[in-house]
């Protein structure tokens, strides 16, 4: 297996993908109806034979793990083709890991819970095989070989892991992203833009990394204005979608730090869509983070050229959203109690410099 990335990456057009779902007969095709018909892929799906999950809330949780293995029922399907955002990603790596798991696929709440945090999932059985089509350039769910599911009881954050939840494919179409609005267009390359940084000063980084997350950085900082106000142009979403392909790269190989394990709980407490959640503390955490990362000056320098990180992340959500918690609905006496579901393991513990409760504290103060 190639050490970098074991995916195979591949950009194409919306007909590509209709001819590949029209000939994927017994495939679990996992894409939201709304946007199926946005992008008149329904027909299509509608005749090509397959198990379509057409509904997908935000967030999934072990109810709509479970609530996939019920549609997929007794059928085994050897080809999972997920288009649409994180979600659609998440939920297609959950149905990989547990549909071979389970009898016919009958699981409750408690068995997911059960295989997530025992990881019975990673001893070796059946996996499906998966075609990611992100819809939005962030996530860089399509080249990593992990996914959230949240907890119904709202109370944590499960993460699912393991080699064989790589996809098979990705399969990179930027005219779907171009139906984003610019809400979702920011959240998800800010989203990118904190995968690129995190994984340039994560513990785990490399040199490597550090030029692919340089790279993917610049690029997402100088298309994404562009972009939000030529939303239509699919040469700037190709970019876009380079850039979020990239931090992908850079971040499997090194998961994310502190930005990423101080957002959870924003954003499930206060429902701050991902990406934003990352997106409030990556300014002063960078600060923080620059003494104790070696070669920094790489990175603020391509912060620099774009006007250094703060003044860029005000300009580009300018009229869009307030990258500040109190715009969010958090109140200050809150903020204790949110610093201390911040600490996620393998997140927080990955950021360079060690913050204790009163750093994260500062932290939230300073984005209040
Ligand atoms: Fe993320």
Known sequence: MNGLCPVEIKFENLDYLKKLISKSRGAVVIAERSTSDLWGLTPTIESAGVIWIDSIPSNPTQREVVNALKAVGDAEPNLIIAVGGGSSLDLAKALSAFRYMFEGGKATIEDITKAITSKSYTAEHRMIDIIAVPSTSGTGSEVTKWATIWDVDKVSKFSIECSSLYARQALIIPELTASMPASLTLATALDALCHASEAFWAKQTTPLVKEIACRAVDIIMTNLGPALRSPADIRLRRKLAAGSVLAGIAFSQTHTTACHSISYPITMKYNVPHGYA????????????????????MLFECYERHGGLKNWLDDVSF?????????????????????????????????????GETDVLDILCSVF
């Open 278 to 297: 990352c997106a409030i503390t990556l300014d002063p955490v960078s600060k923080l983070n620059r003494p104790a990362t070696e070669d920094a000056d």
């Open 319 to 355: 009229g869009i959203v307030t990258l500040r918690l109190s715009a969010f609905g958090v109140k200050r006496n809150e903020l204790q109690d949110i610093v201390k579901s911040t600490f996620t393991k393998g997140r927080m513990d990955n950021n360079p410099v060690d913050l």
